[in-house]
């Protein structure tokens, strides 16, 4: 009980630092924050949702002491989904079933798309209405853009006044995008630090044989992207449900470019130039990783192949 409470301790006290840490006002801080829900998805794995729940409540506390409000929207963002995805993570294993690292992908896309269009829903209520309040925040951008150097030259010919609206209309797509690459990292992170911790109980599984989305997914992303053609708030919703479904099948594509290379001369080589490609003209080939990921998807490229060992990356 006391090593529970220990860990539970010690987990929401770093998940509510990092939480806070953009506060600074420092850029290293924005990019850790990032990590914030990591520390309570190990609790969650390894010592069981009790210990997640309360390292929740403690990083919560520790939110709050920066400003009262924070402490709620740690819950709703960092912690909810944390609990979540540790606690299906540790329940696959703990209930000796063949963990599906795709479900759990389909998992983290889910919960992003949920979490953005409950922000956008927020908003529109808070404003009343959706157009109103991508008309005030248009007009709030717009005001802040006048006034930083080299704004317009930013927008390119395009006027700010029409530039403002479009920003704001690509803010939820952003934030799905950035969403699931979050939850993504940090639920492998989690995964492995608790694996080699001995708390996770079996093998995390080989990624690039097995992360293959469920089939449903590829039937939303379909919907999705047609969706797109929708006017006004159906347009907002429907692409952030695409970028988000896009994404993960990008990840999907990466797996399957890692299986195919397994077994090759030059792996190594081949796979550095593809993540410098990918940091380099990062997100564009993105685009590329998830035309695999569908293909793969649609017809298993990795099918023929033969299993590899468990312990590849």
Not at 135 to 147: D, G, R, Y
Not at 199 to 212: A, I, K, N, S
Not at 235 to 249: D, E, I, K, Y
């Amino acid at each position: 009980m006391a090593q529970r409470f220990l860990i539970a301790f010690g987990a929401g006290l770093a998940a509510g630092v990092l939480f806070v840490l953009p506060a600074k006002g420092m850029m290293a801080g924005v990019w850790l924050s990032i990590l914030a829900p990591m520390p309570l998805m190990i609790g969650c794995m390894g010592y069981g949702l009790p210990a997640g729940v309360g390292a929740s409540v403690i990083g919560a506390l520790v939110a709050s002491v920066m400003q009262p409000a924070l402490g709620l929207v740690f819950l709703v963002s960092t912690a909810f989904p944390a609990l979540l995805l540790g606690w299906l993570t540790a329940h696959v294993f703990s209930g000796g079933r063949r963990l599906s690292p795709g479900f759990l992908l389909a998992a983290v896309t889910a919960l992003s798309v949920i979490a953005v269009w409950g922000t956008v829903a927020f908003a529109g209520a808070s404003f009343g209405g959706l157009d109103a309040a991508a008309n005030e925040i248009a007009a709030s951008v717009q005001a802040v853009l006048k006034n930083l150097k080299g704004a317009e030259d930013a927008a390119g010919v395009m006027p700010l006044d029409e530039f403002a609206p479009l920003l704001v209309a690509s803010i939820p797509a952003m934030m799905a995008f950035w969403s699931v690459l979050a939850l993504s990292l940090n639920l492998w992170l989690a995964a492995r630090v608790t694996m080699i911790s001995g708390q996770l109980g079996e093998t995390w599984p080989d990624l690039p044989t097995h992360l293959v989305l469920p089939r449903l997914a590829l039937a939303a992303f379909a919907i999705a992207t047609l969706a797109c053609l929708l006017p006004g708030a159906g347009r907002v919703l429907a692409s952030s449900a695409a970028v988000a479904l896009g994404v993960a099948f990008s990840l999907q594509g990466v797996a399957a470019i890692h299986r195919l290379t397994m077994e090759r001369q030059g792996r190594v080589g081949l796979l550095s130039l593809l993540y410098f490609v990918i940091f380099i003209l990062f997100p564009l080939p993105l685009f590329v990783l998830a035309g695999v990921g569908v293909a793969d998807n649609v017809k298993p490229l990795r099918r023929s192949l033969s299993n590899p060992s468990p312990n590849n990356p």
